[in-house]
């Protein structure tokens, strides 16, 4: 089961970035997975009665959910989402395997590059033999890499969270606290590859990471620190939502990660690293079917299932 599901907010344009993702990358396909109700909506989300509120987009395996909502947020490249096109994936580490894998990254790319921003060049790099990082035209950001059959397998979509500003060199401390957290959940958390930058590189120490890895049950995070003068921050744009099973789980993480008393709201809460998270009940579609459920949420910080 996959339990933390990354969320991405869109612009009034949730459907129509399902439909764009389904198209564009491979193994996807798309659905509206709720709608806004009729009524009982405040003012500023009158304008969304009755249309879809999230919509999911599953990607070889890893569901990713967009919120439709208005223009309070956008997706940064603090969060982006790494692309493993393993030979592997396409009959071993051949030939044919590596060239097919080669294609369906530059299919990939171009679909994604169309109307966006290329933040890294499409082509071979010291760390891989093709590489490319975009941000597409709906501001979500994309690392595509050919991977090397012959080294740790990684699944498909990997969400990589880079580290700056406030919480810069702090990549390391931070995968460690969220294992600290999901180490009790159903398969376990664990700390994978680690490998600082070994000399100052722009804002980062010599031991802060540059790449490092996190693993929460059979799901794989990216935790690294910025080696470049940035302005992107974490924002709300997206988050990060853990399904829990009951409220004792809800009350002991929302307990430990919350750390912005003013960012509560609704389920959502900041974490002292700046990441936002949303802490709901597995059962969330049911509770949300209930009368009156979608008023209740609102009036709630943290979700008690009781007042639903």
């Known amino acids: 089961m996959q339990r933390i599901v990354p969320n991405i907010w869109s612009t009034r344009n949730a459907k129509e970035m399902g439909a764009f993702y ?6 996807a396909e798309s659905e509206v997975e ?7 909506l405040l003012d500023f989300q009158q304008e969304f009665a009755g249309q879809p509120l999230t919509v999911t987009v599953m990607v070889a395996g890893t569901r990713l959910t967009l919120i439709n909502a208005g223009d309070e947020f956008r997706p940064t490249p ?11 994936r396409f009959g071993g580490s051949s030939p044919d395997a590596v060239a097919s894998a080669t294609i369906t990254l530059d299919r990939t790319w171009d679909a994604l590059v169309e109307g966006g921003i290329v933040r890294m060049e499409l082509g071979e790099y010291p760390f891989a033999a093709r590489y490319g990082w975009v941000e597409d035209r709906y501001g979500v950001n994309w690392q595509l890499m050919l991977t090397d059959p012959a080294g740790e ?6 969400p ?18 969220y294992v600290s957290l999901f180490s009790s959940l159903p398969g376990g958390a664990a700390v994978g590859n680690r490998f600082p930058y070994g000399v100052p ?3 980062a120490s010599a031991e802060a990471l540059a790449y490092g890895e996190f693993r ?16 992107f921050a974490f924002s709300e744009g997206v988050s990060l939502e853990v399904q829990c099973e009951d409220q004792t789980e809800i009350d002991r993480l929302w307990t430990a990660l919350s750390a912005v008393p003013e960012a509560e709201q609704c389920g959502w809460l900041k974490d ?6 949303q802490i709901v009940p597995t059962d969330m579609a049911e509770l949300m079917a209930r009368p009156g459920a979608f008023e209740h949420m609102l009036e709630m910080k943290k979700l008690v299932i009781a007042d639903f």
């Not at 603090?78 to 592997?88: E, G, H, W």
């Open 34 to 40: 709720s709608r806004y109700p009729e009524e009982g």
């Open 272 to 277: 002292r690293y700046g990441v936002s998270w």
């Open 153 to 158: 397998p990684r699944p498909f979509v990997v």
């Open 216 to 231: 929460v049950g059979d799901q794989w995070f990216m935790a690294t620190d910025f080696g470049a003068d940035h302005a």
């Open 22 to 27: 389904a198209d564009a990358l491979p193994d």
């Open 78 to 88: 603090a969060i982006s989402f790494m692309l493993n096109f393993d030979p592997a």
């Open 201 to 203: 590189t722009g804002p």
């Open 160 to 177: 990589a969270l880079m580290f700056g500003g406030p919480a810069q060199d702090k990549a390391a401390q931070a995968a460690d606290f």
